[in-house]
């Protein structure tokens, strides 16, 4: 069983550049929930993805957008960098039906805002 | 809401001691809670999770953790602590009508000789 994985694994971008981030969900699930951890916090909930639509946000603003394909992939969009969206992305993938729909994460892609 | 709160950012213990870990949560509903573990530069592993029933949540690595409704705690031990037990715990809860995860600010386990 193939767990969740995430590309690129590190990436640099310039303030005002825009970013694509993969995420493939484990085998079988079909919801993927985003979520950015800035250096020394917690993780906190971008939005997530339910066969294909957006199901649940946080209070992060327009800029941060996503897309959730057939196979249950997704992709984080977010536009006119800020040198704040320094952070690790974390992606992970969950199957409704299970108790408490646990969350199962993937390595985390590491954007750098320069 | 439902929230969760870490007490201790840091935690310091001998290998072979008792580790203890803090989270106490804040619902009006029974919670389901999680704790997950993230080693330095990874993501983060589910070591345990409680929904509903046995109050006392066996993880791996040797990890459990005991839900108490009357002191709303849902603390994380584990009777002996290992070198390889050094990373970061997060305490977390759904939230927002359940696909939501909200998580405490983390608490940073160093393990000495």
């Known amino acids: 069983e193939t767990g969740v994985t995430q590309s690129p694994t590190h990436l640099i971008k310039t303030r005002g550049q825009q970013v694509t981030l993969r995420c493939s969900s484990q085998?079988?699930?079909?919801?993927v929930s985003w979520y950015q951890q800035a250096l020394g916090q917690g993780p906190q909930f971008i939005f997530q993805?339910?066969?294909?639509?957006?199901?649940g946000r946080g209070n992060f603003p327009p800029r941060f957008s996503g897309l959730q394909f057939p196979n249950y992939s997704s992709e984080l969009n977010v536009n006119a960098l800020e040198l704040d969206d320094s952070a690790l992305y974390l992606c992970?993938?969950?199957?409704?039906?299970?108790?408490?729909?646990?969350?199962?994460f993937g390595p985390g892609t590491r954007l750098t805002v320069l | 809401a439902q929230s969760v709160t870490q007490l201790g950012s840091h935690v310091s213990v001998s290998e072979g001691a008792l580790v203890l870990l803090r989270c106490n949560y804040s619902?009006?509903?029974?919670?389901?809670l999680f704790w997950y573990v993230q080693y330095p530069n990874q993501g983060l592993q589910l070591l345990l999770k409680?929904?509903?029933?046995?109050?006392l949540v066996k993880g791996i690595n040797g990890f459990e953790a005991e839900f108490k409704k009357s002191e709303t705690s849902f603390h994380l031990t584990k009777p002996s602590a290992h070198m390889s037990d050094a990373a970061e715990y997060f305490c977390?809860?759904?939230?927002?009508?359940?696909?939501?995860?909200?998580f405490g600010t983390g608490t940073q386990l160093k393990v000495e000789l």
């Open positions: 977390a809860t759904f939230t927002g009508g359940g696909n939501k995860l909200t």
């Open positions: 992970a993938s969950s199957s409704p039906g299970q108790v408490a729909d646990t969350q199962y």
């Open positions: 085998s079988g699930h079909n919801t």
């Open positions: 409680y929904t509903t029933g046995a109050t």
């Open positions: 619902s009006s509903v029974p919670p389901y």
């Open positions: 993805y339910y066969r294909e639509e957006e199901n």
